[in-house]
């Protein structure tokens, strides 16, 4: 008998076989604990990435806004001057219609026949005042009638009343303000 190993040998390979186990198992462990701290590392540096991307565009769309803004604004200005411009420039084309039609009510009134008021919406004109007949309204109105630049002329109320003595024609007008075409003035000029 050479060599009897009465030792319990089983036993010692079990507790190196736990051994070797437990150290497997620990280093699973710590293999694990680095990889889920990795993945969460990871997906940590992908949410952060994206906040940045979400805030550069928060950031972006508030200067757009802005911009927005301005142009808005801009335009308002832009709109309030050139509503300024028309009206300035549709007061410059006025005046000379002014003074034509002053210049033409001035010689188609007869005499005997005078204006107490003028009134002027767009171009409809409304002329009250008196005559010493009802043939120097009537006088008044083909003069209306065969000018140019007055068009469409008609009585409204002619009344009649004596005023010391004398009879004295009221009346009231309404009659429009044209502008002939250059063909027209040309020729009648």
Do not use: Y
């Amino acid at each position: 008998m050479a060599k009897i190993n009465l030792l319990p040998w089983r036993e010692a390979k079990r507790k190196e076989k736990q051994k070797e186990f437990v150290q497997l198992l620990g280093v699973a462990a710590v293999v694990g604990v680095v990889v889920w701290f990795m993945i969460h590392w990871f997906h940590g540096q992908l949410i952060e990435g994206q906040q940045g991307r979400n805030q550069f565009i928060v950031d972006e769309t508030a200067k757009l806004d802005a911009k927005i803004k301005e142009i808005e604004q801009l335009e308002m200005e832009k709109q309030r001057l050139l509503d300024r411009m028309r009206a300035i420039e549709q007061l410059q084309g006025n005046r000379p219609l002014i003074v034509r039609f002053f210049d033409e009510l001035v010689d188609s009134l007869p005499e005997g026949v005078s204006v107490t008021s003028v009134t002027q919406q767009a171009n409809n004109i409304t002329i009250t005042g008196e005559a010493q007949s009802n043939a120097r309204v009537s006088s008044f109105l083909r003069n209306l009638e065969a000018s140019e630049w007055l068009a469409n002329p008609a009585v409204d109320i002619i009344q009649a009343r004596d005023a010391n003595g004398t009879r004295i024609s009221g009346f009231t007008l309404r009659f429009q303000q044209v502008i002939p075409s250059a063909e027209e003035e040309g020729d009648g000029a």
